[in-house]
């Protein structure tokens, strides 16, 4: 049921009035035998109107407010009375107390309470609404005390995310350490209280206790007492302002200047807190707080003793934030605040109902804690890491640092990606002693990450293509990566727990300023990078419970990359969008060796045979070989003890029979093997195929594009004009002209092989790429002055010459290479033909598995262009093969990948024709 609103008009002039009024503040009226408005007062609490009328005034209703206290006497006056008015809110458009008609407001609406006469007058409820709607009310938020529990308890999404808020405090006060300890904890194994620093409060007792820069007076009133503050964030605003200024203005010296000055300011760091909330972290912890902080320029701590029950609603009383109080007082300094003489130490205690703390929710605190610590921080770093510790008395055994530094990774890349995604690194590979592989060290080697997945970098200006500049800014990183099987882990009961650690903790997290702001469970669970979907479905790729490593950025330089408001990760702008596919081409760089390298190991032990040609013929052989020890060995003696220890061929009356069994499955065996070779040729095929089709199906789709779109125009329109259906039906020629053009990119297995010559091939590859060319401004050429003839598929080099052209497409489709230059050489003497381009060459991570499948740096990476090149090749009569063509093949004056197709032992003629 809905309270009884009890409303009043209050006659009021905003200027030249009668009376002592402060308009939203104080209403004066008389008391007296003649006007005695005292009455009108009395039934507690009262909405009001403010009415101007037009005797001297403008005759409009302007503004509305609240009385929750009785009047009080006018001393200087006796019989006039003041009464307090709250929430006064002004209109924003005046409300006239007639209306078009010129008719009186009141006298339609409020005619039971109308009296002119009267200058305190009732109101019924919804016309005083109406009058606030109708002039616009000017509202204003107003913060509840109960908004302190809701940033403590439900913003705040763990303890353990609560306690990494008031560390990173620390971090933000340009502290070089704090320490957490937790102590006299209920749940915990009792101790003696000797051992306990803090014993005369209530546990459980948390202390966080740093020597960073403390607060001031001011920096408690305006910083810490206010949620959101804009202390730190305004920092970033100023910063943001003043970089976009310089790059205005093309002087990035002085900004350079400016940022020296604020983090000297800011003793060498720029604050990490993004929204003002996470000290409130503090409420979630324990009922009562204690703060000690100093400041190097007092002689005395400030001590702030807050009562967090004390905010919250209770018996259905509302009541604001700002009718809390909380004690401010100074004391003489309770601790040694070391060298830097300043220093915040919280206390939090009393616990939380629900707020259970056990020995392993005590030893993951102490894991995220010690994580916290950049494993790995940038050696060129200008400031000084940022160390956090954690102590607990109860709980003995705690690690003092991460395990995983016991076990030396298998590879470890580091290096600095600058504003333009280039990445200058180092590179190592290590296997164990027990794996026989070389290990390799590169020092200083440069990559261009953008050109992993370029279409995410481009944009048009000038309608031209050029590299966008990565909104991440630069960053530095540093990732160790292992193999989890054997023989390069083993399975000791330590190594079974390293596991368990990179299951547990594996994945790259993001420190800022050495703190960690995205933690590696928080990136693998949201699976940031999309490792854990491409290993769900090809499992022989890398992800990250095979990695740990560390991102370091620098809020001075990465401004746009922001905390989400439960600190549990970033918000994905575009500034993270960038550092993810950045960090995503870096993964992508590595997992060609982590899966080359597995590879060459299985190889070399044998353990994995990829081709079924390798096994052709071995068991045929060995089926040989039984079928002989069946008919001239005497099984029954088995002089040899070949038989020794088999039981499953039996006892020695049942030993021909196995024999003579175990001779037909090695039979059948080797016409299992020629079917899956079949089946493997059928597939490389169709995956050529579909690698030849898709550069023609960018042609067929804007021809498509533009019919159905040139259809829609004529359908909407209504007006079949005679220009208009021819083009249509150009378009259509050209649509069929392009599909016709299909056919001759298929190379069917039973296809018979013919005799042509190789620039007819060259010729139809050149017109499928025409447009492609004019669209890249590439310049193709060949010389056309020799030639000669094979007796192939002519499908076949057709793939091949569409791979290698749209690997040229690819990698020379830079804006700073603007003279784009594809070349052919035909030798009709030597019976080769090289493919080159100008581009920037094939880099060396590639090299070691240029023609295996599955190795690529292009994206997406299907790895299969060069391999089913080297197939089709092979597959040609007496084996023609494919090469990277060395110096003296090579085209002069071009500077990209050259490769050369040998057919010098390929039948230049069919014997039968």
């Not at 809390?324 to 130490?345: C, D, H």
């Not at 995956?687 to 259809?711: C, D, P, Q, R």
Request: aromatic content about 12%; glycine content about 6%.
């Amino acid at each position: 049921m809905m309270e009884e609103r009890n409303c009043l008009i209050l006659t009021q002039y905003r200027h030249d009035s009668d009376y002592n009024d402060f308009i939203g503040k104080y209403y004066h009226f008389p008391a007296t035998d003649k006007k005695n408005y005292l009455k009108q007062f009395s039934a507690l609490p009262i909405e009001v109107v403010y009415y101007e009328p037009d005797k001297k005034g403008e005759g409009v209703f302007y503004g509305y407010g609240k009385i929750t206290k009785p009047p009080f006497v006018d001393k200087k006056t006796p019989d006039h009375y003041f009464v307090e008015i709250s929430g006064f809110k002004l209109f924003s458009k005046p409300v006239s107390f007639k209306n078009v008609n010129e008719e009186i407001l009141e006298k339609l609406y409020n005619a039971e309470f109308y009296n002119y006469n009267n200058a305190v007058r009732k109101i019924n409820p919804k016309f005083l609404d109406e009058l606030c709607l109708d002039g616009g009310i000017l509202l204003n938020f107003k913060a509840d005390a109960h908004l302190i529990q809701v940033l403590g308890e439900q913003l705040i999404a763990s303890e353990r995310v609560g306690i990494l808020e008031l560390v990173k405090n620390a971090i933000d006060a340009g502290a070089s350490y704090c320490n957490v300890r937790i102590e006299n904890v209920p749940s915990l194994p009792e101790i003696p209280d000797t051992i306990y620093s803090f014993t005369e409060y209530e546990g459980p007792v948390i202390v966080v206790e740093d020597d960073g820069s403390g607060m001031s007076r001011e920096q408690i009133e305006l910083g810490w007492l206010r949620p959101a503050s804009t202390l730190k964030t305004s920092v970033k605003e100023r910063l943001k302002r003043e970089r976009e200024k310089a790059i205005h203005e093309n002087n990035l010296e002085t900004f350079e200047k400016y940022l020296k000055i604020l983090k000297e300011e800011n003793k060498g760091r720029i604050p990490l807190g993004e929204k003002g909330v996470g000290r409130f972290a503090s409420h979630r912890l324990g009922k009562n707080l204690i703060i000690k902080t100093k400041i190097v320029e007092n002689d005395y701590e400030y001590l702030l003793k807050i009562n967090w029950d004390d905010f919250n609603f209770l018996d259905g009383t509302h009541k604001d934030l700002d009718e809390v109080k909380v004690t401010l007082s100074r004391q003489a300094p309770s601790r040694n605040y070391g060298e830097r003489n300043s220093g915040t130490q919280l206390i939090i205690f009393g616990g939380r109902e629900g707020f259970e703390l056990s020995v392993s929710e005590i030893k993951a605190i102490n894991q995220v804690i010690l994580k916290l610590n950049s494993p790995n921080p940038n050696p060129k770093a200008k400031t000084k890491p940022f160390m956090a510790s954690f102590t607990c008395p109860q709980v003995r055994g705690l690690d003092e640092e991460i395990k995983y530094k016991a076990f030396d990774p298998v590879f470890t890349i580091s290096g600095l990606v600058d504003e333009w995604g280039n990445f200058e690194y180092d590179y190592v590979f290590e296997p164990p002693y027990n794996v026989p592989l070389a290990s390799f060290k590169y020092k200083n080697q440069k990559l261009d990450l953008k050109t992993i997945n370029k279409v995410q970098w481009f944009k048009i200006e000038n309608n031209r293509r050029l590299w966008r500049k990565p909104a991440c800014g630069p960053f530095y990183i540093h990732i160790d990566i292992w193999y989890r099987d054997k023989p390069w882990l083993g399975s000791s009961d330590d190594e079974k727990q390293f596991k368990k650690y990179l299951e547990d903790y594996g994945g790259i997290p993001i420190y800022r300023d050495g703190i960690n702001v995205l933690s590696a469970e928080v990136g693998t669970e949201t699976d940031w990078l999309g490792l854990r979907q491409r290993q769900i479905k090809q499992t022989y790729r890398i992800s990250y419970y095979h990695m740990i490593g560390n991102i370091e950025i620098d809020q001075t330089t990465n401004i746009d990359l922001i905390d989400k408001t439960n600190r549990e990760g970033m918000i994905k702008n575009r500034a993270f969008g960038d550092m993810t596919e950045l960090v995503k081409a870096i993964t992508y760089f590595v997992e060609l060796d982590y899966i080359g390298k597995r590879d060459e190991y299985n190889q070399l032990t044998g353990d994995l045979v990829r081709e079924p040609k390798a096994l052709k013929g071995f068991p045929k052989q060995s089926a040989k070989i039984i079928s002989n020890i069946n008919a001239n060995y005497d099984i029954a003696l088995d002089r040899y003890k070949l038989f020794e220890d088999i039981k499953e061929l039996g006892d020695i009356s049942e030993r021909k029979g196995k024999l003579v069994e175990l001779s037909k499955s090695l039979n059948n065996l080797e016409d299992n093997l020629k079917q899956i070779q079949e089946v493997q040729d059928m597939l490389t095929e169709q995956a050529g195929f579909g690698l030849g089709i898709a550069v023609a199906l960018h042609e067929i789709s804007k021809t498509t594009s533009n019919f159905y779109y040139g259809v829609l125009e004529v359908l909407q329109s209504g007006i079949f004009e005679k220009s208009k259906l021819e083009d249509l039906m150009d378009t259509s020629q050209a649509l069929e002209s392009e599909i016709l053009r299909l056919s001759p990119l298929r190379a069917l297995r039973n296809e018979d092989p013919i005799q042509f010559n190789v620039s007819k091939s060259i010729s139809y590859v050149h017109s499928v790429f025409k447009r492609r060319f004019k669209a890249l401004n590439i310049d193709f050429d060949y010389n056309h002055d020799q030639d000669f003839e094979i007796t192939a598929r002519y499908g076949a080099l057709n793939q091949i010459l569409t791979n290698l052209l749209d690997n040229s497409c690819y990698w020379i489709d830079k804006p700073e290479i603007t003279d784009r230059k594809i070349r052919l050489r035909i030798d009709e003497n030597d019976k080769t033909i090289v493919v080159a381009d100008n581009g920037e060459g094939i880099h060396d991570s590639i090299m070691p598995y240029l023609f295996q499948p599955g190795y690529s740096l292009k994206f997406p990476p299907s790895g299969l262009g060069l391999y089913v090149c080297k197939h089709y090749m092979n597959l040609m009569k007496k084996r023609g093969d494919i090469y990277l063509a060395k110096d003296r093949d090579k085209i002069k004056g071009l500077s990209g990948a050259q490769f050369l197709l040998d057919f010098s032992k390929v039948i230049l003629k069919d014997d039968n024709q």
